[in-house]
């Protein structure tokens, strides 16, 4: 239903200040508006990486259709009813999947992850592609925190392993009380968002 894009038309900035209506349930320590967060965590990549920020500004997922590994949130309570785990076709170590086929080619479990990594490439952003990975996988927690699932992996999976790791260090740790300026650097997040994604984009 929201992967083909075709929901609304609105810009990048348009987008971003809709954040400031959604209640993010999963992290209820933050009572200050999600657009706010967005800024935080691309400023902390700004300052840490001045040549690299441009295009590095951005539930836990796992794959779909092969057995659960145990680093996955809930593991115990909360698959016992799902019909995959009790499939001979989606229960071994690979299930559907061919050993070391590549993450490209899994399908994850839905979220703002997978989401927006389908916006960027329905609107072709024009950013490299360690940006897509660290969109996808961000939440991937059972692969860049845990280690598991590398029986999946390529060695373009490993490689763009530390950029996805590299990006979680601001989006986890970069909520604090002191608020940015959104006035002060809207500036220059209009800028980069005219350089990889102008216009009205398909969500």
């Not at 609304?8 to 009572?31: C, G, H, K, N, T």
């Not at 490689?159 to 220059?188: A, C, H, I």
């Amino acid at each position: 239903e929201s992967g083909g894009c075709s929901l609304r038309r609105m810009s990048a900035m348009q987008a971003l200040q809709l954040l400031d209506q959604l209640v993010d349930e999963s992290d209820p320590d933050v009572d200050f508006p999600n657009s706010l967060h967005a800024y935080q965590t691309a400023e902390g990549i700004r300052r840490a990486h001045p040549d690299k920020g441009g295009w590095a500004v951005v539930g836990d997922t796992f794959p779909v259709g092969c057995k659960v590994q145990k680093s996955v949130v809930f593991h115990d309570s909360t698959f016992h009813d799902n019909p995959d785990s009790r499939d001979p076709r989606y229960n071994t170590e690979c299930g559907m999947y061919q050993p070391h086929c590549g993450l490209e080619n899994v399908l994850m479990s839905w979220g703002h992850d997978e989401y927006m990594y389908r916006v960027m490439k329905f609107n072709n952003f024009a950013l490299p592609k360690e940006a897509f990975y660290m969109i996808r996988f961000h939440s991937f927690y059972p692969w860049h925190a845990h280690g598991d699932y590398k029986h999946l992996c390529n060695e373009e999976d490993l490689r763009m392993l530390p950029w996805v790791k590299e990006l979680n260090k601001f989006d986890l740790y970069t909520k604090q009380e002191e608020l940015p300026d959104v006035r002060e650097l809207q500036g220059y997040y209009q800028a980069l968002i005219d350089k990889y994604c102008p216009g009205e984009l398909c969500w």
